[in-house]
């Protein structure tokens, strides 16, 4: 059986398209997936069946092999900071939250782009902190 990996599915839609290990992509019905699953993501190693559908190749019966680690997990994996690293980290996040806020004073939000690095930074701290 032809195995690959989820490129994308849409669950509202109830399709998406599977990338074979060959390079080629799959059309993907929610029809092919065990009847426990309502959605996959992207990522997600399958194996399948082939058939020949109205619009091409079609993935029947599809097999769950491996599903994508999520970025949770992965912070989980990870192992915990020295409290010395933390310390550094924790004393620049204070100088950039520092900038951020005298900017605020002044009437102004940062740039966008800014407030989207600095929203990722504190998170990753958070996570950090709570050792996750």
């Known amino acids: ?14 399709f998406g398209f599977v990338s074979d290990d060959e390079g080629g992509d799959v059309f993907l019905h929610a029809n092919a997936l065990p009847a426990e699953i309502s959605t996959i993501k992207a990522g997600t190693r399958v194996e399948f069946g082939v058939a020949q559908g109205r619009r091409g190749i079609q993935a029947m019966q599809v097999k769950l092999l491996q599903q994508p680690q999520s970025v949770a997990a992965a912070q989980h994996a990870k192992h ?37 690095k600095v929203a990722a930074v504190l998170r990753a701290v958070a996570s950090d902190l709570d050792g996750a």
């Open 1 to 14: 059986m032809p195995t690959g990996r989820v490129k994308w599915y849409d669950g509202d839609k109830g």
């Open 80 to 116: 915990r900071k020295s409290a010395e690293d933390m310390t550094l980290i924790v004393e620049d996040l204070i100088k950039l939250l520092d900038g951020v806020s005298n900017q605020l004073r002044r009437g102004h939000y940062p740039d966008p782009k800014v407030s989207a």
